[in-house]
């Protein structure tokens, strides 16, 4: 017979048992969040210099030169298919609008491919590891009917909603603010006579919105024949954001240590053909629909712990406010509820996984007869702590129907993660020129979900970063690539300052760089 008094007191310890794990657990949680309190990942300024900080008269001109770089229409279409004369127009406008830099007798300034531009700045050193500053001139094309502004106009207009003035085109934010930004600070630095202590490359490429291989392809493979090894690269990235994170206050700027791979694969159903009135029972439509409903509801696993976006909560969990910052400080416990929030919003799902999206689908040719065959293209994605075989093993399991082909097109792995953190000379460089021009901002690692020009120069170094060195808010975001992109005045001017910054400070943190550094490499 069961003695319910025993096996009530049995159940009684058992509870008892796990609320005061449960409670442990939370303690130890607590204790981990407020020790946070007095721990900082982030690393603070270090001041180059009287040449630190560009003249506001010089500043001033500026928004006029980069509403004319808005103006010319340097659209890339597909690959080899460019607007060649605007591209030739930039050229000489770039001539006309930074003499100093092309009169340099320190600066080597080579087309590439006819249409590509290579400096090298040459420094006073021969023994210390040169780096990579990055850009590209080329845009994506416009819907002029739905901007506001003409995209091409090289408009600065003032926003009565907010105060400030913006210099309106398309390129403004992608990625015209790191060509004119960087050709802005060099400008200001020849005219001074200066002469870096170490040398370093700045690469434009012509054609990176249609994968780069004609541009920047041609660049990293001639330095590679040179036999140049970087110290570091930095190319375009994420803004500083802010209202991006809830529990975070402050604004976050996210440098990409990594870069997500894509994967194109074809999808192929044949099935009987014939006339609509007699339908198969099952046609190759309605097998190859199966597969897309399988593959949407059913997305590749959360990497979520095992890639840098990770990290990226651990560096902004000290100034996180509560109860965030508990969360974020004790990912070991609380992951399966992030997981679940990064989840239930696009922008956040995409940091933690394989993405999947059915892009093109294609079937039949008359409303009356069946199609023989169904097609569609899926779109992936891929998270760093994935390859492509794996991607592909997926999806041919959660499909499950050997009557659907899957063929791979094309693709490209992830990149790999740079080393970062406060021990790495150029994530110091980086995180520091950040907080002097960014004071509020906090600095972390992050994912870059979208692809760049740095895939072409990865044999050169093994630590790449993305950043974008402007403000935006999150609801801004849509602007690039959309309607109506376009740049605050004082956001770009403070693209230019810290340009201006990182080519000083760099010569600030090259005693370690003599020889191929140890830190992460």
Known sequence: MVDRKRLAKIAGVVVGVMVGVLVLLLVVALIRALALEDFDYQVQDLDPGARDELPESYLKGLPEV?????????????RGNYEVEELLRFHDFLRESFPNVFNSSIIEVEVVNKLSLLLTVKGAQDDFMPYLLMGHMDVVPVDREKWTHDPWGGFILPDPSSGESYIWGRGAIDNKVAVIGIMSALEYLASTGFQPERTFYVAFGHDEEVRGEDGAGQMGRLLQERGVKLDFILDEGLPIMKDTIKGMDKPVAAIGVTE???????????????????????????????????????????????????????????????????????????KPIVEMVLSSKRETNALMRTTTCATIVRAGVKENVVPSSARATINHRIHPSQNIKEVIQYDKKVINDPSVKIMEVEGTEAHPVSPHGPDVAPWRLLTASIHHHFPDAITAPGVLIGYTDTRHYLPLTARVYRFNPTFMLDLEMSIIHGHDERISVSSFTSAVSFYHHLILKADLQISPLRFPPGDGM
Request: avoid cysteine; glycine fraction near 6%; charged fraction near 15%.
């Open 66 to 78: 980069m509403a004319r770089a808005l103006s010319i229409r340097t659209v890339s279409y597909s």
């Open 260 to 334: 997500k791979g894509w994967l194109s694969l074809e999808l192929e159903v044949k099935g009987p053909a014939g006339h609509s009135s007699m339908p198969p029972l099952v046609s190759a439509v309605t097998v190859l629909s199966r597969a897309l409903v399988a593959l949407a509801d059913n997305p590749q696993p959360s990497m979520f712990g095992s890639g840098p976006e990770s990290d990226m909560l651990a560096y902004i969990a000290p100034k996180a406010s509560w109860p965030q910052k508990l969360v974020f400080a004790n990912l070991w416990l609380f």
